[in-house]
């Protein structure tokens, strides 16, 4: 008999600790204004270290297992007119922070944001996206995380998509070993496949994450029992993640956007659908209620399924 442990995460920000404003932000504009400027990006950097950890600490109470980094932690990191040593001045927190997560048993990974195109045909855009990626690669380094991974998608269409695919190898080849070694990627909702971007992980040796949300908005008829078993291979002796959502609304304008909650009668479907693959996965839940979607998700599988619970966020199907 087929069982599955599944363990749910969720992404930057918990909606339970909200009010306590752990992170913050910083543009350069307001930087520019400040007399001091480096010495209040310190702080501010400071700070968001701190709501990390108390993050960190949420999550271990609450067997939350599975964790997205914030990506703007070190507001400015990558800012080319920004004359500040971050690495520096964060390294002995991460490493104490790191102590923690592997202590903890922790799995972090991190999400760079719409600004991260390795495959521009801009080069201003395809320097900036490297740097952005040597950031993460830097955090996740000093974290000392286990299996690191950086999840991207593969980003513009420009010049047609397979033109714009070849853009993303020649980029990637570009990438510091260490930093090639984190990245996964994922299908996205309006061009890049799970086909499409199958392939290219397999091309270039690296791990596929699959969005289930995404593959609904943009599959072109495909049928996802033809691309499972060789999505799942590409995590090699890794655990795979999955990225899991439901859309706004069923209308079409809104069916790509994340609703606040997960549609427990969905997730439920996908589960039936993946147990007969006989393997065990993380789900990434991408609502905009963060943990506290995940906590309501998990209190109608209790009540409408029997998966058997091991803890407060890992069941088993």
């Not at 033109?163 to 994922?186: C, G, H, P, T, W």
Request: proline letters at 2%; a neutral charge; one cysteine or more.
């Amino acid at each position: 008999m087929i069982r599955l442990k599944i363990r749910l995460g969720y992404a930057v920000i918990s909606k339970t600790l909200e009010g306590q404003k752990l992170f913050h932000t910083l543009t350069y504009t307001n930087y520019l204004k400040k007399e001091d400027s480096n010495n209040y990006l310190t702080s501010i950097i400071n700070q968001n270290l701190e709501g990390l950890m108390e993050i960190l600490k949420y999550n271990v109470k609450n067997n939350i297992h599975f964790y997205r980094l914030n990506s703007s932690l070190i507001p400015l990191a990558t800012h080319s007119e920004v004359d500040y040593d971050y690495k520096e001045k964060v390294s002995a927190t991460l490493d104490d922070i790191g102590k923690y997560i592997g202590k903890n048993n922790l799995r972090v990974d991190t999400h760079p944001d719409q600004f991260c195109v390795l495959n521009s045909t801009k080069e201003e855009v395809v320097t900036a996206s490297i740097k952005i990626l040597e950031y993460e690669s830097f955090i996740l380094k000093q974290l000392k995380i286990s299996n690191p991974i950086i999840i991207l998608h593969v980003g513009s269409m420009e010049g047609g998509k397979e033109e714009s695919i070849q853009r993303f190898k020649d980029n990637f080849k570009k990438l510091d070993k260490d930093v090639q070694n984190m990245i996964a990627l994922e299908n996205d909702d309006r061009v890049y496949k799970v086909k499409d971007v199958l392939t290219l992980c397999e091309d270039l040796h690296i791990p596929m994450v699959l969005d289930y949300h995404h593959y609904l908005c943009n599959n072109n008829g495909d049928n996802l029992d033809d691309y499972l078993s060789r999505i799942f291979a590409t995590w090699q002796n890794n655990l795979p993640k999955v990225h899991f959502s439901s859309p706004k609304s069923k209308l079409k304008k809104e069916y790509r956007s994340h609703h606040d909650y997960i549609n427990v009668l969905d997730f439920i479907n996908f589960m039936r659908f993946m147990k007969k693959y006989d393997q065990d996965f993380d789900i990434m839940i991408e609502a905009k209620m963060k943990d506290e979607a995940l906590f309501r998700l998990v209190r109608e599988l209790k009540y409408l399924t029997n998966y058997t619970f091991l803890d407060e966020t890992t069941f088993i199907v």
